[in-house]
């Protein structure tokens, strides 16, 4: 849940401010949206409202050893600054660039830190958005209404990772902790360290936290793809190197990371087992022909339906080749005093126990929502591109891409939300929303996305909470940058998915 406690709808709203557009969120996407408001669209006037105190998002909440990023900065950044630094960055690099861009870009003053969302509701007699704020930091209940509400909110829930139930687990006697939620100061200096999952959290905290304690298991039920590589992008280096200015080493970089990850991908579909053994043999290389790869790093499904983690230098596996950590491939059975038995009958003893095992899945930022009074049931909207719902006026959402850096996607649903305002104004309408045409009527409604195509757990779990979608490309959440960079700015607002008031 929430870290602060609901809002008493008794009580009355120590203030209303008006804002034209409402951001929510202070996240990369956040940020990345007030950044293309008030480049885009100077005249509108705009708040983010952000529950944590300071901004970063993901970045700033989670403190596990060694967290960085598994996709490469040049497009994790935005299109609009130029990364200098390796590809791979740590949170603390992160924000330092989020950092400059609020800056570069006098962004500050636009952003309420410590507000906590609690309800949204649209009015359609006024045409407005109406946000119930908890002020964290006086206490108070703040009120902000707005006519266009930016949802930047991310999608699982800070501070309070997914802890599977196991059988037992009260009877341990040493420290349970989760990723999402690390202890501060947790000394590990020599401690027997399990850590329970193999996803990109995982990957991070071994080799990380393997440099200090005795011995780092890694614990998984079934492996996962890893893509090792230098942490470096060569063409970033030459241009470099040749006195290119930023500006364009960041376009140029950008270009051919997308150009290869696009190759990537397509060929994860068109010849999985050719891209399998390449990312096997990238492990191979360091952990040795005698490692058994088939059973800890040979997953059973193809590559790319899940995210593919990057493992910048192999660290992960040198860690293993030199002995400071270790892959157990098994089941848990039950949690013990010591540790945990797994399913084969071996107890694995830790004095540290690392839930490595993921996410709540947060839709729409865990706020309540009303339309005209009625209770939103997100799950019964179709969604129109995964940014707009059929039955929520003047609202669009920032869900990025898996495949790809989620940003990318942050930047283009910026330019669409900048021309459907600037559209609005034009034509003099104040309220748009979209729904279905007659010739999508026959339409079959779909689970929001395909589990053939994309099934990490936490979106497994929450498919009966996310929005639905159709089978033509409007009306579904594509994850495919390399088809909605062209067609996103040619979107026509006049089609007739679109209705204004
Ligand atoms: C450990 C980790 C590593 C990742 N690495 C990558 C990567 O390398 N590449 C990649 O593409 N993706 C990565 N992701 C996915 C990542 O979450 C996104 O890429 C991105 O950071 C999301 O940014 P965001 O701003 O949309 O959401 P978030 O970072 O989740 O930020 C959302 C913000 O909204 C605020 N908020 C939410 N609800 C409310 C409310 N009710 N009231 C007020 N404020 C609210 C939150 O406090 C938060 O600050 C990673 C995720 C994790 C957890």
């Known amino acids: 849940m929430p870290d602060t406690a609901p809002l008493q709808t008794t009580s009355h709203p120590h203030s209303v401010e008006y804002f034209d557009v409402l951001i929510v969120g202070a996240g990369i996407s ?85 507000h906590h969302i609690t309800h949204a509701s649209w009015d359609s007699q006024t045409k ?10 006086t206490g108070l209940p703040r009120r902000f209404t707005g006519k266009f509400l930016y949802m930047c909110q991310g999608y699982y829930r800070h501070r309070q990772g997914y802890m599977p139930e196991w059988p037992n687990m009260a009877a341990y006697q040493g420290q349970l902790v989760h990723s999402e939620e690390w202890p501060e100061g947790l000394d590990y200096t020599d401690k027997r360290v399990l850590v329970i999952g193999s996803g990109a959290s995982a990957a991070t905290i071994i080799p990380a936290m393997a440099a200090k304690a005795a011995h780092v298991v890694m614990l998984q039920r079934s492996p996962t793809f890893f893509r090792v590589g230098r942490n470096a ?66 997953p059973r499904y193809r590559p790319w339906r899940q995210r593919v983690a990057f493992v910048p230098d192999g660290d992960l596996f040198h860690g293993i080749a030199q002995g400071k950590a270790s892959v157990v491939t098994d089941e848990i059975e039950r949690f013990s005093e010591k540790g945990v038995v797994t399913k084969s009958g071996r107890e694995l003893a830790a004095d540290i126990i690392v839930a490595a095992t993921g996410f709540h899945l947060n839709v ?3 706020i309540a929502f009303e339309i005209d009074g009625k209770p939103l049931d997100f799950h019964e909207t179709v969604t129109y591109r995964g940014m707009m719902f059929t039955g929520i006026p003047n ?57 053939e195509n994309f099934n990490p757990g936490y979106l497994m779990r929450g498919l009966h909470l996310l929005p639905q979608r159709g089978d033509k490309p409007e009306w579904m959440h594509n994850q495919d940058y390399w088809a909605e960079k062209d067609e996103f700015p040619k979107i026509d607002l006049n089609d007739a998915a679109f209705v204004y008031r």
């Not at 891209?275 to 490692?291: P, S, T």
């Open 128 to 137: 407005l958005w109406t946000l119930e704020v908890l002020d964290k930091a």
């Open 233 to 298: 992008i060569e063409i970033a280096e030459e241009l470099r190197t040749l006195g290119v200015s930023e500006d364009w080493i960041h376009e140029i970089t950008r270009r051919k990371i997308l150009f290869e990850q696009d190759k990537f991908a397509k060929m994860s579909f068109s010849q999985p087992d050719k891209v399998k053994e390449a990312l096997l043999d990238g492990i191979r290389g360091i952990v040795g022909q005698d490692y058994d790869i088939a059973t800890h790093f040979t």
């Open 364 to 366: 729409l930022g865990d």
């Open 30 to 114: 956040g940020i990345g949206a007030a950044y293309h408001l008030t480049t885009q669209c100077p005249d509108k006037s705009l708040v983010v409202l952000e529950n944590e105190e300071t901004f970063g998002g993901t970045w700033w909440t989670h403190r596990y050893p060694g967290i960085r990023s598994d996709s490469d900065l040049h497009t994790f950044g935005y299109r609009f600054k130029p990364w200098r630094g390796a590809p791979i960055a740590t949170a603390e690099e992160i924000l330092s660039y989020m950092g400059e861009v609020i800056a570069e870009n006098d962004l500050a003053r636009h952003i309420r830190y410590r």
């Open 395 to 451: 609202m669009v959402w920032v869900f990025g891409y898996f495949r790809a850096s989620w940003t990318l996607r942050a930047d283009l649903v910026g330019d669409f939300v900048c021309k459907l305002l600037k559209h609005m104004d034009a034509t003099g309408k104040e309220q748009v929303e979209v729904a279905l045409r007659p010739e999508d009527h026959n339409m079959p409604i779909l689970p929001w996305i395909d589990p």
